[in-house]
């Protein structure tokens, strides 16, 4: 376990750095680099908010599906799309339809929640708050299996598929968290460490672990649309034309890629 990994690094005298994910059990890591877990749940749910506006629908009845309920990101992650969404809940201009945990992120399953959540609202789902690309993807075959349309959805990691179905129109939005800035932050803290150099110029925020504050590097994730997809992903390089604009979704990629 991650307590036990962290507890034997303590008591060699090492210091230890969570990357990407929280240690909330045991004694907790000295430093934490990863996305701002709070600013993706907000980019999703701004995303969500301008899909719905784009497709003129006035008082939509929304389903929000999470990630895996024991994963401390996934809580973020939530958090922050409510910090979006609530006001707009709470006013009653927004209507909550359902809000489910998808157990360990799992595609199948999220599927399965998604199926239930139409059946039981009649089908009267206008939107779908996803937590990530493979929910997202989850969501569009369960409207496909009942007969409805795609509708506006959000996602999260700028995967292929994501990439694909974004441009497609199946999904409205995802999240991209530039995986090579969050290398390099940690890189350059673990170095700072061994030398013995000072760290708090190398850190931007503080984190609380369950046991206590931390100093953090916490990135800020760029939302992507069909608008933006080669400024995006494609510029950096996180993405190529090639792997995206593969079978049926070269149709949606642009001529002069």
């Known amino acids: 376990s991650s307590a036990a ?14 990357y990407d994910r929280l240690s909330t059990e045991g004694p907790g890591a000295d430093y934490y680099v990863s996305f701002d877990g709070e600013a993706v749940g907000r980019v999703q749910g701004r995303g969500l908010i301008r899909a719905v506006e784009e497709a003129g629908i006035k008082n939509p009845r929304i389903a929000i599906l999470n990630g895996g309920a024991t994963d401390n990101n996934a809580h973020l992650f939530s958090r922050g ?12 201009e927004w209507t909550l339809v359902d809000e489910q945990w ?7 399953k999220a599927l399965v929640l998604m199926e239930q959540i139409l059946t039981a609202a009649g089908g009267g789902v206008d939107a779908v708050l996803a937590a990530n690309d493979g929910i997202a993807a989850a969501v ?16 999260q990691d700028a995967t292929v598929g994501g990439v694909q179905y974004v441009l497609a ?18 890189a350059k803290l673990a170095v700072a460490l061994v030398r013995g150099e000072d760290t708090s110029a190398l850190t931007s925020a503080v984190v609380n672990n369950g046991t206590r504050d931390i100093p953090a590097v916490l990135l800020e994730p760029i939302a992507v649309t069909r608008d933006n997809v080669a400024e995006t992903v494609i510029a950096d390089g996180f993405r190529t034309w090639d792997e995206i604009c593969v079978g049926e979704f070269a149709a949606f990629c642009p001529e002069s890629r």
């Not at 990994?5 to 969570?18: K, P, Y």
């Not at 799309?81 to 009653?92: F, I, K, N």
């Not at 998808?102 to 199948?108: A, G, L, T």
């Not at 569009?140 to 996602?155: D, H, K, R």
Request: glycine share 8%; charged share 20%.
């Open 5 to 18: 990994i962290i507890a034997s690094a303590r008591a060699a005298g090492v210091a230890v750095i969570d």
């Open 81 to 92: 799309a409510h910090q979006v969404l609530d006001p707009l809940l709470e006013s009653g």
């Open 102 to 108: 998808v157990p360990d992120w799992d595609n199948q």
């Open 140 to 155: 569009y075959s369960a409207l496909a299996n009942q007969g409805y349309p795609p509708l506006p959805v959000t996602g």
């Open 169 to 186: 129109g199946r999904q409205s939005m995802t999240v991209y968290k530039e995986i090579r800035k969050e290398a390099e932050a940690a």
